[in-house]
């Protein structure tokens, strides 16, 4: 089976930085995705990584370490509309994407 | 825009009935999978579809049943509805027939209501 764990929620202030982190536990891991869906909405895919290291691209990054079971979103120079649900999700080999439960990032003025 | 397209948006219905949810892929897309997401919950992966055929299987209740047509369209029928099965009801697409390098596009759900 997989366990993913995220933290519920998140707080920062326009302009900041905000990592979030993702641990999973899986067998036959075969790549991370990062997805951002604004509450009511379908979720969007923002990153996919599969091999260790930084995936960077424009304001959002994402890392991964495979040996630790771990991943992180960083997010810079915050905007209002990043406010949003982020969801990391692993697929795993012979099944489909399995999603965390989200971490809630809300970002004030 | 993903591309895919859900209909209904909204459905509202009684305990004990029956309803089918409709998803277009996006174009060229083979794979559909169809995902339940409830607060407590989060996205819980139902089951997917590759070129007609069923190649994967999450946690989809006995009461539901799924299909993907020769147009690539797909249906998710709930039947003998409850009402914990109140819930946004995602359909995502991707070209490949795995999730593994290939981005899942999302539709903008289904919102099924049972009281």
């Known amino acids: 089976g997989q366990n993913i764990d995220q933290p519920t929620e998140m707080t920062a202030t326009e302009g900041a930085i905000v990592q979030i982190n993702c641990t999973y536990q899986t067998s036959g891991f075969n790549g991370l995705f990062w997805y951002q869906q604004h509450a009511g909405e379908a979720p969007t895919f923002l990153s996919y990584?599969?091999?260790?290291g930084l995936e960077e691209k424009g304001r959002f990054s994402s890392f991964l370490s495979r040996s630790k079971g771990y991943s992180y979103l960083l997010l810079k120079e915050l905007q209002m509309k990043d406010s949003a649900s982020y969801l990391c999700?692993?697929?795993?080999?012979?099944?489909?994407?399995?999603f965390g439960k989200g971490t809630t990032l809300s970002v004030s003025s | 825009d993903s591309g895919v397209t859900q209909t209904p948006k909204h459905l509202i219905t009684a305990t004990g009935q029956r309803v089918t949810l409709r998803c277009s892929p996006r174009?060229?897309?083979?794979?559909v999978y169809w995902y339940q997401q409830s607060l407590d919950q989060g996205l819980q992966f139902l089951i997917q579809?590759?070129?007609?055929?069923?190649?994967a299987k999450g946690n989809i209740l006995e009461r539901f049943s799924a299909q993907q047509f020769p147009d690539l369209h797909s249906e998710l029928n709930l039947s003998s509805l409850e009402l914990g099965d109140s819930a946004l009801y995602f359909c995502?697409?991707?070209?490949?027939?795995?999730?593994?390098?290939?981005?899942?596009?999302f539709g903008n759900g289904t919102r099924l209501t049972v009281t």
């Open positions: 995502a697409s991707s070209s490949t027939g795995t999730s593994a390098n290939s981005p899942l596009h």
């Open positions: 174009s060229g897309d083979l794979s």
């Open positions: 579809y590759y070129n007609g055929e069923e190649r």
């Open positions: 990584n599969v091999l260790d």
């Open positions: 999700a692993v697929n795993q080999a012979g099944t489909a994407l399995i």
